[in-house]
């Protein structure tokens, strides 16, 4: 499953831990989100990079206390249908801070991909070889939207305000 | 009329390109119909009994002439020649090809039309007062507000898949319209006891397997805050709407379980963190939008004259079309003009390619190029001059279009049904076309007066049968399509979902039953001005159970 950051697909440096693994030193790991819950204090203290696997049906409220700590959190979209994460990654970004990754996992396909940048991921597990090889290419198909979101695009009603170029009556359709 | 700018002409036609590659990879196999089925119905695209159905949005019930002639022009060119007007202001087109979509789409783009939002788990297209903006009770126009809110939800990042659909409505006039509260988050636009005009928030509506009414989770909203609030609205649906069951996954299964008050905590909670933010609405952001709204040049004229009202004197035809289909204007000497899309026999809210160029080119001449449609499935010209509603009037009579019969027992609302629908248990469409033969004399349908029947050919109620007058609700029983009945219900300032009368009728008695109803009104009112739906509240329903099954 390629996974794509700054827009390239890259190799996955993490170690995904399982529930009763041993958890090895000094790697980047991701750790389901009970066992983080359980051994927290441990984990944070541990050297090395850590990260998350947050369900889509937890608040993500609960992560408060430690979102200094993580390095990542990924998100679930069991289904490509089943999109709670996107209102999980916003709150994480918004209303939380967070400045670590953000990574997508689980269903995730091409015509998701504009979606998951502005709502705040930045790290995608894609499901297709040939979904990921058109990654640059689908985030291009959009040059305007019209709400805020994490890629930093102004809205069309700012740019409407900011700038002149938007025509108006005399263009009428 | 909302003008499109660059940036909504750009928004539209890159949305026609994404959708044109996804319908290539599809028909190359490339996306399974798994995959395809969330993407082709965020575009609009269902699939029927017999074939694709492609349901174009037609905002909060406003067409220019122009985009009329285009809709005909995709009912001629890709489509059987005609279209159906539905109870949520769209137009759908039943019998479109998969691989020709694109393209339709793409001539509609060209007059800023699109099928985005119309289906899927996702904010479907806004509504509002078919008389927004010339309604004489109205506060100001809800369009408006309709329109800050359409762009903001319009492939929102995060609320695109969305545990069900999700429908928003907007009245700001005295009266109810627009039927607020059958929809899932609806604003009414009203004045608070210092004159300040805010939005009173209902949350929770919708009909289907298990109807309930919008409740109230707070009276006041300042204009500045309405699009935070939607925010917190729909984040709040996002995370905690059920998504185990299609069944219990609407907003309304969710503020009933939780209710409506801890509901509406868990909303104002995430509304506190959010309402000062980017979502924040200043004067400049709604000036902005309502600059692009325009409005008719009107002339100065006077209420009620000669030409007009020495009409009506001398023609009995056009006076009963004017005391049914013409209402009162907010400008002194204009009038809105219904036009009914219920002949008898024909299927509520089709109109034909023929009709509707027709219809563009009255509004040309007529109604300042504008049109409307209702959710009752009806058209309307919006600013027709009182002196000109004699020529209107005989305009739409040689078009069929002048047919008195607005509000009226055989002005039914009726879903596609079983003839279309892949969802549906029974027919509707030849149930509302059997009632409007039994009730072809008009003097009948006078003397009966205003008498809604709501028809839907299963559980999903999209022809609103719960909030029908008459509610006609298809169901199947081994194999073969019964009717339940429903009295009492209505949509409007007053909701209130019908009750059940009895056990199912079969197919064949169901305007036998409908006529017992009608005649049981007639024997039981007061006089001539009780209505329908006044004397079942005085009576209740049971002296009319007592006659209908009596008789059967």
């Given amino acids: ?173 | 009329m909302y003008i499109y700018d660059s940036i909504d002409r750009t928004f539209v036609t890159e949305r026609v390109a994404e959708f044109r590659d996804q319908v290539a990879r599809r028909l190359s196999g490339e996306l399974t119909e798994d995959e395809f089925k969330p993407l082709r119905l965020m575009n609009g695209v269902y699939l029927q009994l017999h074939a694709y159905m492609l349901r174009i949005a037609n905002p909060y019930g406003t067409l220019s002439s122009q985009q009329l002639r285009r809709l005909a022009h995709v009912a001629r060119r890709y489509d059987r020649g005609y279209g159906h007007f539905t109870t949520r202001q769209n137009i759908q087109f039943h019998w479109i090809k998969l691989e020709e979509i694109p393209d339709a789409l793409a001539d509609l783009a060209e007059v800023g039309m699109h099928g985005m939002q119309t289906s899927g788990n996702n904010v479907r297209n806004l509504t509002t007062d078919q008389w927004a903006g010339v309604a004489p009770d109205e506060i100001e126009d809800p369009r408006i507000w309709a329109e800050i809110i359409r762009q903001h939800v319009t492939l929102h990042p995060e609320f695109s898949f969305m545990p069900r659909k999700f429908k928003i409505c907007v009245g700001t006039a005295a009266h109810d319209r627009a039927a607020l509260r059958i929809h899932d988050l609806a604003f009414r636009l009203h004045r608070n006891e210092a004159g300040e005009a805010g939005f009173e928030v209902m949350v929770g509506g919708g009909l289907g397997r298990t109807p309930f009414l919008a409740q109230t989770i707070r009276p006041f909203l300042k204009k500045r805050d309405l699009l935070s609030y939607v925010e917190a609205v729909l984040r709040t649906y996002n995370q905690f709407g059920r998504r185990d069951n299609i069944w219990k996954a609407r907003i309304k299964i969710l503020v009933h379980d939780l209710g409506a008050e801890a509901f509406a905590k868990e909303v104002e909670a995430e509304w506190q963190t959010i309402k000062d933010g980017p979502l924040a609405l200043d004067s400049a952001a709604v000036a902005e939008i309502a600059s692009r709204f325009v409005y008719p040049d009107y002339e100065a004229l006077e209420d009620s004259p000669p030409a007009f009202t020495a009409a009506r004197r001398a023609d009995p035809q056009f006076d009963r079309w004017v005391d049914n289909a013409v209402n009162n204007h907010k400008k002194p000497g204009y009038a809105i003009v219904t036009i009914s899309l219920k002949p008898e026999g024909g299927t509520p809210g089709d109109a034909t390619a023929v009709q509707m160029d027709a219809l563009a080119d009255l509004a040309d001449r007529y109604s300042f190029g504008e049109i409307r449609i209702g959710h009752e499935q009806n058209l309307a010209l919006p600013h027709v001059a009182q002196r000109d509603l004699p020529a209107v009037w005989r305009a739409l009579d040689a078009l069929g279009l002048a047919i008195p019969n607005i509000g009226l027992v055989s002005d039914i609302i009726a879903c596609p049904g079983l003839d279309y629908c892949s969802l549906a248990n029974a027919r509707s469409i030849p149930i509302a076309q059997e009632i409007t033969r039994r009730f072809r004399d008009l003097d009948r349908q006078r003397e009966l007066g205003r008498l809604h029947i709501n028809i839907s050919g299963c559980i999903n109620a999209c022809g609103h049968h719960h909030v029908g007058h008459i509610g006609i609700l298809g169901v199947e029983k081994n194999g073969e399509e019964f009717y339940q009945i429903t009295l009492g219900g209505k949509a409007d300032d007053h909701a209130e979902l019908g009750a059940l009368i009895g056990p199912a009728v079969p197919y064949a008695k169901v305007a036998d039953v409908v006529e017992d109803i009608a005649a049981a009104y007639l024997a039981l009112r007061t006089s001539r001005d009780e209505l329908f739906i006044d004397t079942l509240k005085r009576t209740g329903i049971e002296p009319f159970r007592d006659r209908i099954y009596a008789a059967h």
């Fill in chain 1, 1 to 173: 499953m390629p996974l794509i950051e700054n827009g390239r697909i890259v190799e996955d440096r993490h170690v995904r831990v399982g529930p009763d693994d041993p958890i090895p030193e000094r790697v980047p790991i991701i750790v389901p989100a009970q066992r983080f819950l359980a051994e927290a204090d441990a984990l944070i203290r541990r050297d090395g990079s850590l990260g998350i696997d947050w369900p889509n049906d937890r608040r993500v409220a609960e992560l408060e206390p430690w979102l200094g700590h993580l390095a990542l959190i990924a998100l679930n979209f069991p289904k490509f249908k089943d999109g709670r994460a996107y209102s999980q990654a916003r709150l994480l970004r918004e209303s939380y801070g967070f400045g670590g990754t953000l990574r997508a996992t689980g269903d995730v396909l091409r015509d998701q991909f504009h979606f998951l940048v502005r709502a705040g991921f930045d790290s995608f597990e894609v499901k297709k070889p040939a979904d990921a090889a058109v990654f640059a290419e689908v985030l291009a198909r959009y040059s305007v939207y019209y709400q805020p979101g994490a890629d930093g695009r102004l809205p069309a009603a700012r740019q409407r305000l900011q700038s002149d170029a938007a025509p108006k009556i005399s263009e009428a359709v």
